[in-house]
T-cell receptor, first 113, second 109 residues
Framework: NAGVTQTPKFRVLKTGQSMTLLCAQD?????MYWYRQDPGMGLRLIHYSVGEGTTAKGEVPDGYNVSRLKKQNFLLGLESAAPSQTSVYFC????????????FGDGTRLSIL | RKEVEQDPGPFNVPEGATVAFNCTYSNSASQSFFWYRQDCRKEPKLLMS???SGNEDGRFTAQLNRASQYISLLIRDSKLSDSATYLC??????????FGSGTKLNVKP
């Protein structure tokens, strides 16, 4: 059981380049989330999805887009990467229900030069 | 004001010690609470949920105080392997999970 899998694990981009981060979960979770984590700060929500075909903005959505075409996959896109987007990105998923915890992928370390 | 606040530490304790962390939250509508641990450069991993009546899992005890809006984590008989950063997480509704910046624990031999 793989849980939540993120690809790639590391990436270096030049300013202005685009890329897509993939999150895949095999736990049949309805809800999926993308976070970024920066030094000295808690995880901040970028976008989330409550089911296939639905997405919504989180706390820091600017510069990112997402898609959830299949229930098990949640894609995070950077259309024109900026140095401020250098961060560690975590995907998480969970079942419906108020007390259900999130389960995290092992992260993508992204550097924008 | 931050939604969730934690003492960043570090807490430096010897093996076998008991250590406690607190976490305060600002929104009285918060519904569920969790403690995660995060090892250096790794993903957060669920340590335990926090229930209203308090709960225990082995050496770990979590408490919730809604009146004062804080949760706590107590670790007894600390092990070297407990060294990590502990994240407090508060959930307000299905999409609003607020993470503290974490409390760093170093357990020394």
């Amino acid at each position: 059981n793989a849980g939540v899998t993120q690809t790639p694990k590391f990436r270096v981009l030049k300013t202005g380049q685009s890329m897509t981060l993939l999150c895949a979960q095999d736990m049949n979770h309805e809800y999926m989330y993308w976070y970024r984590q920066d030094p000295g700060m808690g995880l901040r929500l970028i976008h989330y999805s409550v089911g296939e075909g639905t997405t919504a903005k989180g706390e820091v959505p600017d510069g990112y887009n997402v898609s959830r075409l299949k229930k098990q996959n949640f894609l995070l896109g950077l259309e024109s990467a900026a140095p401020s987007q250098t961060s560690v990105y975590f995907c998480a998923s969970r079942f419906e229900g108020g007390n259900q915890p999130q389960h995290f992928g092992d992260g993508t370390r992204l550097s924008i030069l | 004001r931050k939604e969730v606040e934690q003492d960043p530490g570090p807490f430096n304790v010897p093996e076998g010690a008991t250590v406690a962390f607190n976490c305060t939250y600002s929104n009285s509508a918060s519904q569920s609470f969790f403690w995660y641990r995060q090892d250096c450069r790794k993903e957060p991993k669920l340590l335990m949920s926090v229930y209203s009546s308090g709960n225990e899992d082995g050496r770990f005890t979590a408490q919730l105080n809604r009146a004062s809006q804080y949760i706590s984590l107590l670790i007894r008989d600390s092990k070297l392997s407990d060294s990590a950063t502990y994240l407090c997480v508060v959930n307000i509704d299905f999409n609003k999970f607020y993470f503290g910046s974490g409390t760093k624990l170093n357990v020394k031999p």
